[in-house]
């Protein structure tokens, strides 16, 4: 068995790795849709359909987040996006912004996933919560407490998709 805080870390640095791959241009545009997929789960989803709570809310927010994650990571490969200098992986500091670009990418979209399958109390029986008694049940919980969605909230939320458009803006430009 694994804890969720080191497997929590295991993806962060996956993502780290892809993002030093892919470069800083496109994990833009990754973060770009991470937001946009929170802002949707904050502002849209709630007037679809109206309050939701457990494991309907948290397969309806974690469709939200995959989808907008998967047409993140393939927008760039679309072959006139291709063809951008902007998004053609250049020299070593792209490389260092893309693997920090991915760690950010990586926090945004695995503590989200983390933070809806807490709030919906763990609906599944091969994952359980994270034993508050011990040292790693700890680490667990700090790490939850800081997840992504926990900050994002209304006002703040669009202050992150204006700041998230201007660096694509800045991405494209």
């Not at 974690?62 to 951008?84: D, K």
């Amino acid at each position: 068995m694994i804890s969720l805080s080191v497997l929590f870390y295991v993806l962060v640095a996956l993502f780290v790795l892809i993002g030093a791959m892919r470069g800083f241009g496109k994990e833009i545009v990754v973060c770009a849709s991470s937001i946009l997929a929170l802002f949707t789960i904050e502002v849209v989803i709630p007037r679809i359909f109206g309050d939701t709570s457990g494991s309907k809310r948290f397969w309806i927010n974690t469709i939200v987040i995959v989808f907008c994650a998967f047409a993140g990571y393939q927008t760039p490969n679309l072959r006139r996006f291709a063809e951008n200098i902007r998004f053609q992986r250049g020299p070593f500091r792209d490389m260092l912004a893309g693997a920090l670009m991915g760690g950010i990418n990586g926090y945004i979209l695995i503590s989200s996933l983390w933070f809806y399958l807490a709030e919906a109390q763990y609906p599944f029986k091969a994952i359980t919560a994270p034993d508050l008694a011990t040292e790693m049940g700890q680490n667990a919980a700090k790490i939850l407490a800081s997840a992504f969605p926990t900050y994002m909230h209304v006002p703040a939320l669009y202050y992150a998709v204006v700041i998230a458009f201007f660096l694509l803006i800045g991405a494209f430009v």
